[in-house]
């Protein structure tokens, strides 16, 4: 199962680069025989499906707001989230990844059935700075735990998918 790990997010807006971060903690324990690629993006929509094509599995870390306490980590199935721009017609170039994936399904691209979103509630990201808050910042090593214990239930549920992992 061909899996990538896609952070997302501005590395230069504070809090925004979480994602980021926790992708390239997780690329230093990917084995070089594993079939996962871990990239880091500032895209989303149309442009963010083109880099899924080819993929069995992703998994998307990224910035989250909600009302929970900064740190706080959320996983959930892409499926699982609302889209917001399912009715948005006035502009391809503001499209959810929802309905950018069902597009190019649509089109024949093999895309991902199984997205699912880590997300890290965070509180500064408008703010010009490559660091991330405290809080956020002490919670990277946990959310990069969580993407691997994904990984793991994944090797374990498919055979051909064999990945070590570190204790």
Same mark, same amino acid.
């Given at each position: !199962?061909? #899996?990538? &790990?896609? /952070?997302?997010? =501005?590395?230069? $807006?504070?809090?925004?680069?979480?994602?980021?971060?926790?992708?390239?903690?997780?690329?230093?324990? &990917?084995?070089?025989?594993?079939?996962?690629?871990?990239?880091?993006?500032?895209?989303? /929509?149309?442009?963010? !499906?083109? =880099?899924? &094509? /080819?993929?069995?599995?992703?998994?998307?870390? %990224?910035?989250?707001?909600? @009302?929970?306490?900064?740190?706080?980590?959320? &996983?959930?199935?892409?499926?699982? $989230?609302? =889209?917001?721009?399912?009715? +948005?017609?006035?502009? #391809? +170039?503001?499209?959810? $990844?929802? #309905?950018?994936?069902? !597009?190019?399904?649509? !089109? /024949?691209?093999?895309?991902?059935?199984?997205?699912?979103?880590?997300?890290? #509630?965070?509180?500064?990201? +408008? %703010?010009?700075?490559?660091?991330?808050?405290?809080?956020?910042? @002490?919670?990277?090593?946990?959310?990069?735990?969580?993407?691997?214990?994904?990984?793991?239930q994944s090797a374990q549920q498919n055979?051909?998918?064999?990945?070590?992992?570190?204790?």
């Open positions: !199962m061909k #899996t990538i &790990i896609v /952070g997302l997010g =501005n590395p230069i $807006l504070g809090d925004d680069g979480v994602g980021w971060k926790v992708a390239e903690e997780v690329k230093k324990q &990917i084995p070089p025989d594993a079939q996962i690629d871990v990239v880091c993006l500032s895209l989303g /929509g149309l442009a963010l !499906m083109e =880099n899924l &094509i /080819g993929y069995d599995r992703a998994i998307l870390i %990224d910035a989250f707001f909600s @009302d929970d306490q900064p740190g706080s980590i959320l &996983i959930m199935k892409l499926r699982d $989230l609302p =889209n917001y721009s399912a009715f +948005h017609t006035t502009s #391809t +170039h503001d499209t959810s $990844l929802q #309905t950018a994936l069902e !597009m190019g399904k649509t !089109m /024949g691209a093999k895309l991902p059935e199984d997205v699912e979103i880590v997300g890290i #509630t965070t509180i500064k990201v +408008h %703010d010009f700075s490559e660091e991330l808050s405290p809080p956020i910042a @002490d919670v990277v090593g946990f959310a990069a735990r969580i993407v691997w214990d994904l990984l793991k055979q051909e998918y064999r990945l070590r992992v570190s204790p």
